[in-house]
Structure formats: structure tokens, C-alpha cells
């Protein structure tokens, strides 16, 4: 509903079993507008005590808008379990229907608030923090594992932090995207450049990025320009390059499309096309993963002020190297936010 200056303000409602209802009044969600609990009892049937509230307020808003509502349709977001959508259904009066992204009541979720912008920024800077301070733990010999525990360590030591998901793959191994960390593969320090693609959750909201790094081991004057490394670091240079181009097309109205062939284009343009095999990014908050998504088909979502993404192009070479550089922008009129801070510098500086 709208207040007096025309803001929404949600009517928010919990259906909650009677003997968790102190619990969930102790969780003291931070939301604006209107709060309601509703308890069942053991020997009630939650469907039932649900469908008839929603029935109770469906009359009470037809009595004072003068309408008559001869069926209520819910929509039931990506959250919803399959058996609470089903149970809704079998009710009368009640019909099912499918959430679209693209819908105005989408939008909710998808523009964030100041305070939400304030979240994702805290989380997605502590977690780059987090990967650079674990740069400088790293050494010759340490396996994918042993690091992939320090850097969970290292985010857990901020209080509220709890990392949901890490990767840490070195060289070749890279160039498969969402493989898992192994203790067999050790670092050679010389040769390998390290991918950490790590995620968390700060207060509900969360964080995803992605860091392409080398130790401090080497320096551009010592590097053959024919060496296997100096191939490399030219991948790295193009990735870097197919970000930069993609923070250029974020804008208000512009195609989800847009945003990721202006990527995808740089990257192809240098002859690795067949190696970015994936969207270049999704929408981020509540989960790490939320529609929209920026695949080069969808021309259905145009960009709006306050949605939040990732920007993850990458080059994944199988037997050689894969590099990914991750970031998560906030849509402005005039220029983009980069909500996980500074992006990498170089190589040697994530």
C-alpha cells in the first residue's frame, strides 16, 4: 500500500507454528510498514488458518473498495517450497501464479534501498579484503584446500560473517570454472596464477566476487614476451579489458543483453571467444543468485537506477590457465557503483 507522500510500505505477514512464534518475534526483522504474526497450533492445518486470513482481508479490501473478488491469485516467488505453493493452489477461491522477474511487483526486490546498498556494499568490500589478505598467506607448495580454509578463517574473524561458498584453484584447474578446491593440487609460485571466487553473508545480504592473482614473485621486466606466462598475463589484460567495457554499457535502459555482449565482444574481438562460457553476471542481494540475468538473450530486462549485479566475465583455456575478475556494480543514472570496492590493479595486486 501507498502512504501520504506515496511510498510503498509493505503489509508483511508470518505465518509461523504457535510454539516457534517467540522465536520469531525475538528476530526482530529490521522491516518498514506493517507487521503481522499469525500462529497455528498443532492440530490446525497451516493451509486452512492461511487461507482464511488472506480470505478475511481479501473481503475487507473489496468492502472498502467496493469490489468483488471472485478468486485471490498468489504469486509465489523462486523461495517458495513446490508443497506450500501446491497447498495454496488445492484451496478455493485461491490460484497459484507463476513469479515473473520481468513484472512490476519484481521490482521490488530487484531496485535496492539505501539501506540494502549499504549491506552489499559492507559485505562485498570485507570479502575483496578478505581475498588479499589471504594473497599474502599463500606460498610455493600450499594445496587449494589448506588456502581455502585460511580465507574462511580470515572472514570469519569479522564478526556476522559466514562464508556460504569459496573456491581456490590454481593454474590449470582454473580453467574449470566452478570446480572444487583439492589438497592434491599444490601452488607452484612461479608459474601458477590463483582464482578465488568467494561468496558470504552479512546480515542477510550477500556477497560474491572474484579475484585472479599471482603471489609477488615476479616482475613485467623479467617475463619472455614468448614465455607461457607472458600468455597469461595477456589473458589476465583482456579479462580486465571485457570488465571495463561492461561497467561502460551499465545505464538505465540499457538491455541485459547489452551489458554482456559489450564484455563478450572484447573477448572475442582477441580470439578467445570459445573460452568465456558463461552469462557475464547475475543479479545480487538477499541470495547471491537472483533474477535478472545478464546473458546475451535477454532483452527482456532493461537496467533501472538501484539493481545490483555482478560483472564476472572469463577465459577459461582446459590444461592451461583460467582467469575471471568479479565485481558487483549498483546501476546509477549517471555512472556505475562499484559496491565491492576497488577493482584489481593488476596481476600482482587483486
Not at 46 to 61: A, G, I, M
Not at 73 to 79: K, N, R
Not at 81 to 89: E, N, S, T
Not at 303 to 324: H, K, N
Request: hydrophobic residues 40%; proline residues 5%; aromatic residues 8%.
Amino acid at each position: 500500500m501507498a502512504n501520504s507522500v506515496g511510498k510503498i510500505i509493505a503489509r508483511t505477514t508470518f505465518l509461523v507454528p504457535a510454539f516457534e512464534l517467540s522465536r520469531a518475534l525475538e528476530l526482530h526483522i529490521p522491516l518498514d510498514g506493517l507487521m503481522r504474526y499469525i500462529a497455528w497450533e498443532e492440530h490446525e492445518d497451516p493451509f486452512e488458518v492461511l487461507t482464511q486470513y488472506l480470505e478475511q482481508s481479501r473481503l475487507t479490501r473489496a468492502k472498502r473498495k467496493g469490489h468483488h473478488y471472485r478468486e485471490v491469485h498468489v504469486v509465489c516467488d523462486d523461495e517458495m517450497r513446490l508443497f506450500i505453493a501446491q497447498g495454496i493452489d488445492q484451496r478455493d477461491g485461491f490460484r497459484v501464479v507463476t513469479y515473473d522477474y520481468t513484472a512490476q511487483y519484481a521490482l521490488v526486490k530487484q531496485i535496492k534501498s539505501p539501506r540494502e546498498v549499504a549491506l552489499l556494499r559492507a559485505a562485498n568490500t570485507l570479502t575483496v579484503e578478505g581475498i588479499r589478505a589471504v594473497q599474502g598467506c599463500a606460498y610455493d607448495g600450499i594445496s587449494e584446500l589448506e588456502l581455502s580454509r585460511g580465507l574462511d578463517d580470515v572472514l570469519r574473524s569479522v564478526p556476522g560473517v559466514e562464508p556460504f561458498f569459496d573456491l581456490v584453484l590454481f593454474g590449470e584447474n582454473a580453467a574449470c570454472p566452478h570446480c572444487s578446491s583439492s589438497s592434491q593440487r599444490k601452488l607452484n609460485a612461479l608459474e601458477d596464477f590463483i582464482l578465488i571466487d568467494v561468496g558470504v553473508h552479512l546480515h542477510g545480504y550477500s556477497s560474491d566476487v572474484c579475484r585472479t592473482f599471482l603471489l609477488p614473485n615476479h616482475t613485467t621486466d623479467l617475463i619472455d614476451p614468448l614465455s607461457p606466462m607472458a600468455k597469461k598475463l595477456e589473458v589476465w589484460q583482456i579479462v580486465m579489458d571485457a570488465q571495463t567495457a561492461s561497467l561502460e554499457a551499465f545505464h538505465p535502459g540499457a538491455f541485459a543483453a547489452d551489458i554482456d555482449l559489450a564484455a563478450r565482444k572484447v573477448i572475442e574481438s582477441a580470439g578467445y571467444g570459445r573460452g568465456f562460457t558463461h552469462r557475464l553476471g547475475h543479479g545480487i542481494g538477499i541470495k547471491a543468485h537472483e533474477p535478472p540475468y545478464l546473458n546475451k538473450g535477454n532483452r527482456k530486462t532493461k537496467l533501472r537506477s538501484g539493481m545490483a549485479f555482478t560483472s564476472e566475465p572469463g577465459i577459461y583455456l582446459p590444461g592451461d590457465v583460467g582467469v575471471r575478475h568479479e565485481d558487483v556494480i549498483l546501476v546509477r543514472e549517471k555512472e556505475v557503483d562499484i559496491l565491492s570496492g576497488t577493482r584489481a590493479q593488476s596481476p600482482w595486486k587483486p
